[in-house]
């Protein structure tokens, strides 16, 4: 008999950082019944989400929407601006902003990655995956370039095998600084619909995103976000590429359609997620976010454990990582808090693995959703033997406690209230 026959009472808690857990009312939006993507309705839905898609972008610029991963959509930002051999500079924040670089290699483009310097008391072979990008190092990096060989910076924002947000407008402004043309690529698979991001106002060219995180849809989907640049940049590159190719999407999107078939109850459930985040409004979405991620550090300090961003500039919103004491093993410990309390948590991937969990603050997810997760958590601690300086549950119980969330959402909340 599979396995899969059997289920645990109760919610399952999907703690990673993505995918993150979909909302009933997205799920039933999804269950709709499957429309013939050529036909009149489904124009009408095509239209509605590609509008309303940039508000979480917050850019004029046209959204690519791609039925693929988020490994996809950085393809599509590659192929559609570069040509083969062209330099490409990016940033060592963690595991995703290497794939990258490993994708980059691959496409045969010559990619250089900058990595931090200096060592690091818990994690000596890894001291930049605690950190953010280092915006004075790409402006150093570009001034350097006086052949202006250099054609796209690529960056992550929300580094999600890490929980280091970088600070794209500070990236921006070292490119401006260094006087140098070249592109501004940015992955924001995990920090869109979570963390502040402003992809007109960064000057950003391309927008990496996926569905499975902040917009709180299954996995599926990712996009490309433009900018007039970016456009003009795909009429010259010289990549060859015909699924990703932005030209004959963007031309059959002015109607609301693609040239391929795309996944339309994934769209149901896009349109769903928009107007979610545009009812509470991106500022109430990251302050939310913000509260949690803050809450469950709270607990973190008071096991006395080491977050693994070491900024706190840095800190995300989204995840929070945690460096499990030497001769711990972290993947045992996420076995047995999973066995045992249905609780799923993140992985420490590639330099990190076996040393660090992670949780996830994303979502679905409310206070008690957070609580419940510290609670397994802290529970999976103890029985495995790690010494804890306090009790993170009483810790994240007082945060919130003492931190009230946001008005708009009590005033929800209170029955009868206007
Ligand atoms: N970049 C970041 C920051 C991610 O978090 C992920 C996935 O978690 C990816 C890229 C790859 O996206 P996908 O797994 O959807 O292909």
Known sequence: MLQLDFHPTGRHFLQIPGPSPVPDRILRAISLPTIDHRGPEFGALGRDVLDKIKYVFQTRSPVI????????????????????????????????????????????????????????????????????VQ??????????????????????????????????????????????????????????????????????????????????????????????????????????????????????NADGYWPYTPNTNLLYGLSESLDMLRAEGLPNVFARHDRWAAAVRSAVVAWGLPILCADEQCYSSVLTGVIVPAGVDADALRRLIH??????????????????????????????TLVAMVAGVEMGLRQTGVPLAGSGVEAIMAYLGSHAAPAYRQAAATPGAA
């Not at 066995?339 to 996830?360: A, C, I, N, P, Y």
């Open 65 to 132: 929407i791609y039925p693929a991963s988020g490994t996809g959509a950085w393809e599509a930002a590659l192929t559609n601006t570069l040509s083969p051999g062209d330099d490409v500079l990016m940033f060592e924040t963690g595991h995703f902003a290497a794939l990258w670089k490993a994708m980059a290699d691959r496409l045969g483009l010559n990619a250089e990655i900058l990595s931090r310097e200096g060592t690091d008391e818990h994690l000596p072979h890894a001291p930049g995956w605690r950190h953010g």
């Open 135 to 252: 915006a004075d190092a790409i402006e150093r990096r570009l001034r350097q370039d006086t052949a202006r060989k250099i054609k796209a910076v690529c960056v992550a924002h929300n580094e999600t095998s890490t929980g280091a947000t970088s600070d794209i407008a500070a990236v921006r402004r070292a490119i401006d600084a260094a006087g140098h043309p070249a592109l501004l690529l940015v992955d924001s698979i995990s920090g869109l619909g979570s963390i502040d991001y402003r992809h007109d106002e960064w000057g950003v060219d391309v927008t990496i995103s996926g569905s499975q995180k902040g917009l709180m849809l299954p996995p599926g989907m990712s996009f490309n976000a433009l900018s007039p640049r970016a456009i003009e940049a795909s009429k010259t590159a010289g990549f060859p590429r015909s699924f990703w190719a932005w030209g004959e999407i963007l031309a059959m």
């Open 339 to 368: 066995e045992r309390f249905d609780l799923s948590l993140g992985t420490g991937l590639g330099k990190v693995k076996g040393r660090v969990f992670r949780m996830g603050h994303l979502g679905d997810s409310n206070d008690l």
